[in-house]
């Protein structure tokens, strides 16, 4: 194969392709239907090969900036913040919980800052299951990728069903947990049904109402703390 061969192929995306047209002189773009990327997300990425040698994938043309910083932001506040910190706070106090979030801290920032120095290096396509293959070994980042899908296999379930558990807190249980549990399996199927132009302004979204509710969960804090509950009471009075 040759070098001009070995760029065309690089540079091929899935999500359009480009003709050029001597009748008009320029180029015209093709666009797939939804339904045509539905069938093609069943098929291998004719890009794969490549991503061991260091070619960039193609989802980074999709998302905008403003993706890329929800992703991120949204991507570090888990259901745990909303769900387990207020029992942990209860049985271990704020100390400790302080204590345990510097320490977790710490070691996922290293975590991260090795990992985003590796991606500013090597711009590919498979994150930390690709630098296995890369820099280990293929069967490390074999088993690396398979660790990945079967943990969500657990995680996505457990994410419902702490959802449903935060909901419920506000229904009492007016509605059934069956009925929140279903209604937020076919939202995430609905979501991966538009590729990931989709998945990009979903999370985006999600991202700020979670950004929102942290933020009111410290302003409502600060009132509370303040004297300004329902009972009027406040911390130290």
């Excluded at 990327?37 to 890009?47: A, C």
């Excluded at 506040?77 to 979030?101: E, H, Q, R």
Aim: glycine residues 12%; hydrophobic residues 45%.
């Amino acid at each position: 194969m040759s070098d001009h061969e070995k760029h065309m192929n690089l540079d091929y995306s899935p999500e359009s392709s480009t003709t050029f047209s001597p009748e008009y002189g320029h180029h015209e773009e093709h666009r797939p239907t939804w339904t045509t990327r539905f069938v093609d997300s069943f098929k291998r990425d004719p890009n794969a090969h490549a991503t061991p040698k260091g070619a960039i994938g193609a989802d980074g043309r999709v998302f905008d900036g403003r993706h890329l910083q929800m992703i991120a932001i949204g991507g570090s506040i888990g259901t745990g913040l909303f769900v387990s910190s207020g029992s942990a706070l209860a049985k271990g106090g704020p100390a400790s919980l302080l204590i345990a979030f510097v320490l977790i801290g710490v070691m996922m920032y290293c975590t991260v800052h090795a990992l985003g120095e590796m991606a500013v290096l090597f711009p590919v396509a498979g994150s930390f299951s690709a630098y296995s293959t890369r820099f280990l070994d293929p069967a490390w980042g074999f088993a690396m990728g398979w660790n990945y899908a079967l943990q969500w296999l657990v995680v996505l379930p457990l994410e419902i069903v702490a959802a449903t558990l935060t909901i419920n807190y506000w229904s009492h249980g007016r509605i059934n947990n069956d009925a929140w549990v279903a209604i937020f399996l076919v939202l995430i199927i609905v979501i991966n049904l538009f590729g990931v132009k989709g998945y990009g302004e979903a999370e985006f979204f999600f991202a700020i109402v979670k950004v929102l509710a942290v933020v009111g969960f410290i302003i409502l804090g600060i009132i509370l703390d303040c004297g300004g509950g329902p009972r009027g009471g406040y911390v130290g009075g």
